[in-house]
């Protein structure tokens, strides 16, 4: 059974930084790419950044420059290191495997991040 379990999120001021942890079981971790997601109230759930199995990256443009990805496969967890943070950041962040994005039982409970002086 696929589980995952976010952690990391808290209160912040811009310009200030979190780091969020996903702990991932259920699945061979090292074999999958993993992302990182969030979402704000009143919108959809949005891709933040992305993580192939061998360690190539992507993101979103509103992050470039802010947010790096990260995976420690030995830990079976998936990191997200945001600095210079954005009252815009604003939105609770998940993790997944982008193949399990349709698969609403496959999300774990996200964790929130609120950016706010």
């Known amino acids: 059974q696929v589980q995952l379990v976010e952690s990391g999120g808290g209160l912040v001021q811009p310009g200030g930084s979190l780091r969020l942890s996903c702990a991932a079981s259920?699945?061979?971790?090292?074999?999958?790419?993993m992302a990182w997601y969030r979402q704000a109230p009143g919108k959809q759930r949005e891709l933040v950044a992305r993580?192939?199995?061998?360690?190539?990256?992507y993101y979103v443009d509103s992050v470039k420059g802010r947010f790096t990805i990260s995976r420690d496969n030995a830990k079976n967890t998936v990191y997200l290191q945001m600095n210079s943070l954005k009252p815009e950041d604003t939105a609770v962040y998940f993790c997944?495997?982008?193949?399990?994005?349709?698969?609403?039982?496959?999300w774990g409970q996200g964790t929130q991040v609120t950016v706010s002086s």
């Open positions: 997944n495997r982008p193949s399990d994005y349709r698969n609403q039982e496959s």
């Open positions: 259920g699945f061979i971790f090292s074999i999958y790419a």
């Open positions: 993580i192939t199995n061998g360690g190539i990256t």
